[in-house]
């Protein structure tokens, strides 16, 4: 869909109303999580754990503890890097050892929890949360506390972050405020989680990848999202109607990023990427010979500037084995 008409904001909390709605027509659920707390996104985490691993082989009838979910805040903490957190958010499950004593059955014993499934898109157990101006606390003392724009859940796990500002204002401002914030170093814990940063204003719209403590920003991948013939889409209403709804927004987070080994660096594809892969996909699926389909796909694919190992050609060629994995199941 072409946006021939922009649509102006002189009031960034109406732009971020507006965002809102067209989120929830995008799939995302109706009911908005306002103002929390990080021990509030954590309390809705927890929630949706014990919700999703009702198994008696799981949590059975016996809710998360603080103390369990410090083990999981734990793990995230220790893993550190964007590269490492999306390993461990595509892993599809945590291990934690039960500390509750009601369950009897798993007190004192390891047990694998389901966090999420790249191929478990709109259904099962997938949820889709929108957050309105999450509170940060201030990591040292020189900082003040801050409150973000908008977070976006999938299954309680804040994986992209939003900063919005109204029409006329440059959006490299809205980049800059993540930036500063990144810096500060208020994307700790449960928020160290968020692997897509996204900028926009009415008029323009750019996505990148979280680089997390240690990383620092590279405008030269601040990409634009564009339609299949390439021209990029600014108005907000097409970029958030192409990237954000469900279930582009899973499959991004699930297939179109890329944690490369190499470099210890989170990529995410650009939109000619995409293209690319899922053609690669559906030509390989019809491939007699899996090999042989691979080699053809991966020579098929122009290469990106940022690395000799592209990030599609990665992804590409993980692609059928994970479908064919799938399928097993």
């Known amino acids: 869909m072409s946006f021939t008409n922009m649509t102006t904001f002189d009031k960034e909390q109406d732009f971020e109303n507006a965002f809102i709605t067209l989120l929830k027509n995008c799939g995302w659920e109706k009911d908005v999580i306002q103002y929390p707390t990080e021990e509030d996104l954590l309390k809705n985490w927890a929630e949706i754990l014990f919700n999703n691993n009702r198994d008696k082989d799981k ?68 949820r889709y949360q929108i957050v309105q101006q999450p509170k940060f606390k201030a990591n040292k003392s020189l900082f003040p506390p801050r409150r973000g724009d908008i977070m976006l859940l999938i299954n309680g796990m804040p994986v992209f972050h939003i900063e919005l500002k109204k029409s006329g204002v440059p959006i490299s401002q809205a980049w800059n405020q993540i930036a500063k914030y990144s810096q500060e170093g208020i994307f700790r814990g449960i928020f160290s989680l968020i692997q897509i940063f996204i900028a926009m204003t009415p008029e323009d719209a750019v996505y990148f990848t979280n680089v997390g403590p240690d990383g620092k920003f590279n405008h030269d991948f601040y990409f634009h999202w564009a339609n299949s013939d390439n021209i990029p889409m600014k108005d907000w209403r ?71 190992m592209t990030p599609q050609s990665s992804r590409s060629s993980s692609l059928p084995r994970e479908q064919r994995e799938a399928e097993r199941v």
């Not at 097409?238 to 927004?249: D, G, H, N, R």
């Open 59 to 126: 949590l059975g009838d016996y809710p998360l503890t603080e103390g369990e979910m410090k083990q999981i805040v734990e793990q995230i903490t220790n893993m550190r890097t964007p590269f490492a957190l999306n390993s461990f958010i595509n892993g599809k499950t945590v291990e934690i050892k039960r500390d509750n004593e009601n369950d009897v059955l798993h007190f004192g014993k390891e047990v694998s929890l389901h966090i999420y499934d790249r191929h478990e898109i709109a259904g099962g157990k997938s």
């Open 238 to 308: 097409e970029f958030t109607q192409s990237l954000l709804y469900i279930p582009m927004a899973h499959q991004l987070i699930g297939f179109y990023t890329v944690a490369d080994g190499k470099d210890g660096i989170l990529k995410v594809l650009r939109s000619y990427q995409q293209l690319n892969v899922n053609s690669c996909l559906k030509e390989k699926l019809f491939q007699t010979s899996w090999t042989q389909g691979k080699r053809n796909c991966a020579l098929g694919i122009a290469p990106i500037s940022q690395h000799p």
